[in-house]
């Protein structure tokens, strides 16, 4: 079974852009999670999708948003990005819920 | 809000030595989960343990839960250079509520 793959792999961009990452989860996987991941924060949970309806959402500002797909693809998007937002992007997926999730090699963006 | 302290927050060992990692909360949990993630790479899970006071081992890893299902401890034994990574803990809450991380003990193993 092919794992959790994330696109771009690597992003830079400049303060004020918007930048769209993209998540395939493992084939018959229905849940997936978004994670922010910087060395002084460690892994936040941004929000979590299941079956195309955001089932939880973490403390990030309106600027975060993501949506999923009905072949249960997920999309997350960040608008008028911030320097702060440079970090590493994690993608999970779990055939249910957040038991036993299985995390992507992640997107690592860095606003200039 | 649910929290995880795990500690120590930086760890350097020399090969062959014993070392013990913990991860503790005033919360109670439904299962722990154990994450070892390599730079460039996302984390992988190596354990869940779910019932209060249960042991699970992996090879040189040693997993326990606490009776209360509050605290957790991963022990390794004759550490390798191959063990060196950021080790994390997660905590599932009840109901579909999302994990809860730890923010890592950074392990790394000398030759």
């Known amino acids: 079974k092919a794992g959790v793959t994330q696109t771009p792999r690597y992003l830079i961009k400049t303060r004020g852009q918007q930048v769209t990452l993209s998540c395939s989860p493992i084939?018959?996987?229905?849940?997936v999670s978004w994670y922010q991941q910087t060395p002084g924060q460690g892994l936040q949970f941004l929000f979590e999708?299941?079956?195309?309806?955001?089932?939880n959402k973490g403390n990030f500002p309106g600027r975060f948003s993501g949506r999923q797909f009905s072949n249960s693809r997920s999309e997350m998007n960040v608008s008028t990005l911030e320097l702060g937002d440079s970090a590493l992007y994690l993608c999970?997926?779990?055939?249910?819920?957040?038991?036993?999730?299985?995390f992507g090699p992640g997107t690592r963006l860095l606003v200039l | 809000t649910q929290l995880l302290e795990q500690s120590p927050q930086f760890l350097s060992i020399q090969e062959g030595e014993n070392l013990t990692v913990y991860c503790n909360s005033s919360s109670v949990f439904s299962s722990l989960q154990w994450y070892r993630q390599e730079p460039g790479e996302g984390p992988v899970l190596l354990v869940t343990?779910?019932?209060?006071?249960e042991v699970k081992k992996l090879k040189r890893l040693t997993f326990q839960f606490g009776d209360a299902r509050k605290d957790s401890s991963l022990h390794i034994t004759a550490a390798q250079t191959g063990d060196t990574g950021l080790y994390l803990c997660?905590?599932?809450?009840?109901?579909?509520?999302?994990?809860?991380f730890g923010k890592g003990t950074r392990l790394s193993v000398i030759a």
């Open positions: 997660a905590g599932e809450g009840s109901g579909n509520t999302p994990l809860v």
């Open positions: 999970a997926s779990s055939s249910t819920g957040p038991e036993t999730q299985y």
């Open positions: 084939s018959g996987h229905r849940s």
């Open positions: 343990v779910v019932t209060g006071g």
């Open positions: 999708y299941f079956s195309e309806t955001q089932r």
